[in-house]
C-alpha cells in the first residue's frame, strides 16, 4: 500500500498545501513531503494527526476493497432537478460526486433557459453539446458552442451557460470541485 500517495490525495482533495498540513500537525513542509513520497513512515500518534487534520478515519484509510467501490452507474442512480424559473434541469449522473473530484452532469435547457451564475473558483469545466447551442458568458467575455463542439474553461472568473438556440439545447458538463 502506497500511505504517501493516500496522504498527498487526502491533503489535496482537502485543498491543503504541504505547509498548511505541515502547520496543522506541527511537523515541517519538508517531512510530509518525505511522507507524501514514501521516503519516511509516521509514528502512529504522528499518522493518528494527520488523518485527523484531513479528515479521515483510519478504518477509512485503510479500506481497499474494491468490491464496495462502484464504478458503473445506472439510470437508477441519476438525481434530477427541474428549475422552472431559469428553463434548465439538471441531471446528476454519479452520486455525491460533488464530493468527488469531477462532477458530470447533464443540462437540458429549454428556449431563453439559463444556468445559475458561478462565482470565480478554481475549477475546471468541460462542456459538449450535444443538441442546440449555448453562450458562455465568462468574465467579460462570450463564446458560443452549437452541437458537436466543447468549451472548455478554467473558472477563475464569474461564468454562466445559457440557452441561445431556439429550441431546446442539451449539454454533457464535468467540472473539478476546486474552490478559491
Known amino acids: 500500500m502506497e500511505i ?16 498548511e498540513l505541515g ?9 510530509i513531503s518525505q511522507l507524501e513520497r ?18 479521515c478515519t483510519p478504518r477509512d484509510f485503510f479500506d481497499d476493497d474494491d468490491r ?14 427541474l428549475d422552472e424559473e431559469k428553463g434548465y434541469r439538471i441531471q446528476w449522473l454519479v ?11 447533464r443540462l437540458f435547457f429549454e428556449s431563453n433557459g439559463e444556468f445559475k451564475r458561478f462565482e470565480p473558483s478554481l475549477s475546471e469545466t468541460f462542456a459538449y453539446v450535444m443538441e442546440g447551442e449555448i453562450l458562455l458568458k465568462l468574465g467579460g467575455q462570450e463564446y458560443k458552442a452549437k452541437k458537436g463542439e466543447s468549451i472548455y474553461y478554467h473558472a477563475t ?20 470541485n476546486s474552490y478559491l
Not at 502547520?23 to 517531512?31: H, V
Request: a negative charge; aromatic letters at 6%.
Open 4 to 19: 504517501g500517495k493516500k496522504i498527498k490525495n487526502l491533503r489535496l482533495k482537502k485543498g491543503l498545501t504541504q505547509e
Open 23 to 31: 502547520e496543522r500537525t506541527d511537523l515541517s513542509k519538508g517531512y
Open 38 to 55: 514514501d521516503l519516511s513512515s509516521p509514528s502512529i500518534e504522528t499518522f493518528f494527526d494527520i488523518l485527523e487534520v484531513l479528515g
Open 68 to 81: 464496495k467501490r462502484k464504478v458503473v452507474y445506472s439510470k437508477e442512480d441519476i438525481t434530477d432537478y
Open 95 to 105: 452520486p455525491e460526486s460533488n464530493e468527488k473530484e469531477m462532477e458530470p452532469i
Open 157 to 176: 472568473e464569474e461564468h454562466q451557460i445559457i440557452n441561445c438556440h431556439d429550441g431546446s439545447t442539451e449539454i454533457l458538463l464535468v467540472a473539478t
